[in-house]
């Protein structure tokens, strides 16, 4: 007799896959993240996996996670807290029992807790009857056990049974989320298509995971999670560096000027390196470079030929570059920096997110050498990010450095994809063979970018270097004057780019109590906190910044009509020392995480209500 099903309908639902690296939770969450967003649920993503390459299997260490957080309403963050666990082991367990809400549902993969992995993961009593779990839904499945059985007429070796249990859990989740086992059948199909036989295995195992969640009694509530209300449009599930490679790619198309990236491998940016590589019949070349001085100075090798030149780091490959970088801007040529930002110093944490870049950014490079900084703020506007650093450096004639963060790299969201003929014109300021009046620093009178003239252009030909050059004719020189002109002219040139971005926006009132101020991917979990509290009745709005260096041109109107400003940032206050500098006459207030983790909305409802109540601070 088939069991009864009671579904309930919900808005949005976060759900976190867990277990070692090899337990295949990262595909698993692609997987339910990807058939989401099929069906037309709104999503935001968050991948979550350990920094050492072999962690130790069954240890907090090696604890791999993704989340996933898909609404029927509009979703800006993976989400606070899950709903749903996946744990594989009882690490996966002790690592994610705190992201929990009270009664969500857990399902482990029973076969695993025992008192062998008990001990690896710092347990010293059994977690399933120390009454740690009181409050939840715990649904005990024999995953391994069940999988094995299942796949044993396919001819797998054992270690490649283990590696399709992830399947038995995306069926416990396409069931238990009223999905179509068919979109998850066409995804293996996909990943695994040079494979025919894995195919059929992984298929079998999601179907077994499906059925085994319609027998048992402990899953007898489903959960539907209807598709959001988009504007029509022709929509994709991205991540952040994906989104990237493809706006450069649209830059490339939009100028007509060739890609080149020139990189060397490093997380969390390679995937950009990755994603280019596979563009070669789009025109994209890619270099990938023994070392980060070798990927930049090949990428502005390829801009004095006249490609759009790209190199992608990491804050350690961004130091390196840094020489390189003062090259790019006493040559004056275009190139765009992009920066992945993960946690520092040094190796730091490299699989998290952190914004402890920015000083880096803006003067990390010896002499007077300015640049202009822009900053994505969600995994999908990446890609609008990186197309405008392109129109910005080829316009300007200068570098560009784009700072994205590991969140937003990895993290993933719906995408409305463009038109490229709809996307702002770039027009590079290419010079015409044997055009008398040109010299190399003769400038635009408005924007002051130089002309670009390319090697073998008849009657074009210049010296360029690292030496001073002369203004407008382009010598070597050493007048100290000179210098003096070029520094400051190389400097007015990126200031008035603010000219050429737009006005700062408000989400919100104009004038206020508290203006909540963040920059980069900070973005979702900042707009989420405030929407919620303005909701309340609450006098609060929120300006992120997106035009780091030079700053909007409205932006001291903006702050001057708000009681108090609150910089959100994570780190230790990076911008807020920055906005000291450009706009001291403002008394901020900072709020400041440094965990490798993002936001959490509660969190900042918490510190925006005490400061809107003038209560003393707490943090």
């Keep these: 007799m088939r069991k009864k099903i009671k579904v309930i ?244 198309e939009r100028s007509g000027r060739p890609l080149y990236l020139g990189s060397y491998p490093i997380t969390p940016a390679t995937e950009i390196l990755q994603e280019l590589a596979k563009m070669k019949h789009l025109g994209a070349v890619t270099f990938q470079a023994e070392d980060e001085i070798a990927g930049i100075c090949s990428a502005i090798g390829a801009s004095f030929t006249g490609s759009l030149a790209v190199t992608t780091t990491s804050g350690p490959g961004l130091a390196l570059k840094s020489e ?16 992945v930002q993960r946690g520092g110093p040094s190796t730091g944490l490299p699989t998290k997110t952190e914004q402890a870049d920015l000083l880096q950014a803006i003067y990390g490079r010896n002499g007077e050498s300015p640049c202009i900084i822009l900053a994505a703020s969600t995994p999908a506007n990446c890609f609008k990010f990186a197309y405008e650093a392109s129109r910005l450096a080829i316009e300007h004639m200068t570098p560009v450095i784009l700072l994205t963060d590991g969140y937003l790299a990895n993290g993933s969201e719906l995408w409305k994809i463009p038109d490229t003929k709809d996307l702002p014109p770039i027009e590079p300021p290419l010079v015409e063979d044997d055009d008398p009046t040109y010299l190399p620093y003769k400038r635009d009178p408005e924007k002051l970018s130089r002309y670009w003239a390319l090697p073998g252009q008849k009657g074009l030909r210049h010296r360029i270097g690292g030496l001073e050059k002369a203004d407008v004719t382009g010598e070597v020189s050493h007048d100290p004057f000179n210098h003096e002109i070029m520094v400051m002219t190389r400097e007015d040139k990126v200031k008035r780019v603010a000219r050429r971005i737009p006005q700062q926006a408000i989400i919100g009132k104009e004038t206020g109590d508290l203006l909540v101020v963040g920059w980069g991917g900070t973005y979702g979990a900042l707009l989420s906190a405030v929407k919620e509290l303005q909701a309340d009745g609450r006098s609060i709005s929120l300006t992120q910044f997106n035009y780091i260096y030079p700053l909007p041109e409205n932006v001291e109107t903006i702050f001057s009509n708000f009681k108090k400003i609150i910089i959100c940032e994570l780190n230790r206050g990076q911008f807020a020392t920055y906005l000291r500098s450009e706009l001291p006459q403002f008394p901020y207030l900072q709020y400041n995480k440094v965990q490798g983790l993002p936001f959490m909305i509660s969190e900042l409802k918490r510190k925006f209500t005490q400061i809107l109540e003038g209560k003393k601070d707490e943090y």
């Excluded at 390189?324 to 920066?339: D, H, K, M, R, S």
């Design 324 to 339: 390189a970088i003062g090259l790019a801007v006493i040559t004056e040529l275009p190139i765009v920096i992009v920066n």
């Design 9 to 252: 309908e919900v808005d949005e639902v976060v759900v976190k896959f867990a277990g070692d690296s090899g337990d295949g939770m990262q595909l698993t969450g692609s997987q339910f993240s990807d058939t989401s967003a099929f069906i037309g649920n709104d999503l935001s993503t968050f991948p979550d996996y350990p920094s050492e390459i072999r962690a130790p299997q069954g240890t907090i260490a090696g604890v791999s996670g993704f989340q996933v957080h898909i609404g029927h309403t509009e979703v800006q963050t993976p989400g606070d807290l899950a709903d749903v666990l996946v744990a594989m082991n009882p690490a996966a367990l002790k690592a994610n029992l705190k992201w929990l809400k009270k009664g969500a549902t857990i399902i482990i993969d029973i076969d695993n807790f025992d008192n062998k992995h008990y001990k690896k993961a710092g347990y010293i009593e059994d977690p399933l009857g120390d009454g740690s779990m009181e409050g939840y839904s715990v649904v005990k499945a024999p995953i391994t056990q069940l999988t094995r059985s299942t796949v044993s007429d396919f001819g797998l070796d054992s270690r490649m049974a283990e590696k399709t249990k992830n399947q038995f859990v995306a069926g416990l989740l396409y069931w238990l989320f009223n999905r179509d086992l068919k979109i998850g059948e066409n995804f293996l199909k996909d990943k695994f298509k040079s494979k025919p036989d894995l195919v059929k295995a992984n298929i079998a195992v999601l179907h077994a995971g499906y059925h085994y969640a319609e027998t048992i009694e402990a899953m007898a509530t489903t959960f539907l999670v209807n598709p959001a209300k988009k504007g029509k449009g022709l929509f994709r599930n991205i991540t952040g560096n994906v989104a990237t490679a493809w706006g450069l790619l649209a830059a490339s």
